[in-house]
């Protein structure tokens, strides 16, 4: 793929920078089974991407009125904490893709549907946090992934024309939130498999960060 290059970069968070989807997943499951309920992977397979919110409406619906929500992310957030301490692990080319869109001079945003403080507090401790001019989070706009708030947002506060910059995604919710708003977008997969649909809605689907990577060195 010939990648011209653009004229900014808002990167997705989870899944696509932090190895957390993957963590909340395991996590998730441990706890809700302790809770004693039964969850698979599948059952988080439609989470990601999702602001808390959209989660909380689709786990009360799998799980029925006696599922305690709150009750099930302050037992995960524990766990997690307990495992990891408050940064995350980085997904592989995360830190090298940064470092080469920071040398470029290409301006760079996050936007993810998770909240401020939690999206702040990740990237701080994962060493991410000042490699960013933008951080557009869920509690910014209406509404989440996959609707096109977080990137219409993002690019507003970039100055920037949507089809001007370049998104870049882990899960089915972004690549569709990116293409709602005019953001054209590369999807990387990480927990989710990439499908015809999402081959459609992308400009493309790589393996991993470090192509595109390559491509942004190589544009010009």
Request: net charge negative; hydrophobic share 45%.
């Amino acid at each position: 793929m010939n990648l011209a290059r653009p004229a900014a970069v808002i990167f997705d968070m989870d899944g696509l920078l932090l190895d957390t989807e993957r963590i909340s997943r395991t996590s998730m499951i441990e706890v809700v089974t302790a809770m004693g309920f039964a969850m698979t992977e599948a059952d988080f397979a439609p989470l990601v991407g999702l602001p808390k919110d959209a989660n909380r409406h689709q786990l009360n619906d799998r799980f029925g009125p006696d599922f305690d929500y709150d009750l099930m992310r302050a037992r995960q957030l524990e766990l997690n904490n307990s495992r990891y301490g408050l940064a995350r692990p980085l997904r592989p080319g995360a830190r090298a893709i940064v470092d080469t869109v920071v040398a470029l001079g290409i301006p760079r945003a996050i936007a993810t549907s998770t909240e401020r403080v939690k999206a702040v507090s990740h990237l701080t401790h994962s060493g991410l946090i000042d490699a960013f001019d933008i951080v557009v989070t869920r509690d910014d706009v209406a509404r989440g992934k996959p609707f096109p708030d977080l990137y219409l947002a993002a690019t507003a506060a970039l100055g920037l024309p949507p089809g001007d910059c370049l998104a870049l995604e882990d899960s089915y919710n972004g690549v569709r939130a990116a293409h709602a708003a005019g953001v054209p977008v590369i999807m990387v997969p990480d927990l989710l498999p990439a499908t015809a649909e999402m081959r459609a809605l992308a400009l493309t689907v790589v393996p991993g960060l470090h192509v595109v990577s390559g491509w942004l060195q190589a544009s010009g």
